[in-house]
């Protein structure tokens, strides 16, 4: 008996679950979009995180005479484009090795909120905001990884836009400013709509100047993993395209280095 594989295509306000051999995985009628920002020295971390550095072990020809490259790198588990893992702000909950491939992979929504942005960085995405695009693009079902597009992935690394400051240390943290989910909206997403996981293209799941972090303790309670300092979500469709979303599989780890990709499908 073949294996089947099955994926779930969300748009139209429809739930599709498509079954099919795995040999027959077809990727070819569409196009692939990176959502990962590359880690490099300019790479944006939390201003008390340690930043990115990469050193060379050796890039050049051996003595044999053939090329060879190898580099060491060190960072803080959570900056650049990254996964906050359960463990992080919940108690018992997973860390990043023990989340189920199944909440990493799934169908992706995109809810669009430039205009409500710009000019207000300290802005709150609202259940009002996610009611609005249910209106124009149908429920959106249990199993959806949901991401918000806030426009300031255009800033990014410019830690002074994107973030509000480029100062570094505990001295800057009153200064952060930048969108993130209101707690109510982060209720309603967990409990009401029972969404896999989530992500937006802003430094924290939390806006700039929350000093609790109830978003992430709502979210990571409920095992749902957040996806951070995203990227090119406006080449995305509301709906209708497969997220897959793969951490660094840090054992016990409290987040990693993501690296996450959506498939749309051809009309």
Known sequence: MKSKCAIAVYGFGYLLMVSFPTHALDFSTGKWVDLTHPFNEKTV????????????????????????????????????THIDS??????????????????????GIVIELKDKTIGNPDYQISVDDIRAFEQQNGAIPPGAIVLFDTGFARFYPDRKKYMGTDQRGSEALPKLHFPGLHPESARFLSSERGIDAIGLDTPSIDFGQSRDFMSHRILLDKNIPCFENLTNLDGLPPTGFLLIALPMKIEGGSGGPLRIVAFVPDD
Do not use: M, Q
């Open 45 to 80: 971390y939390w201003p008390t995180a340690r930043t990115f550095k990469k050193t060379t072990v050796f890039d050049g020809r051996t003595e044999g005479g053939w090329h060879y490259s190898a580099f060491d790198f060190e960072a803080a588990e959570h900056g650049g």
């Open 86 to 107: 359960p463990i992080h702000f919940a108690e018992g909950k997973l860390t990043t090795d023990r989340i189920p491939i199944e909440r990493l992979v799934g169908p």
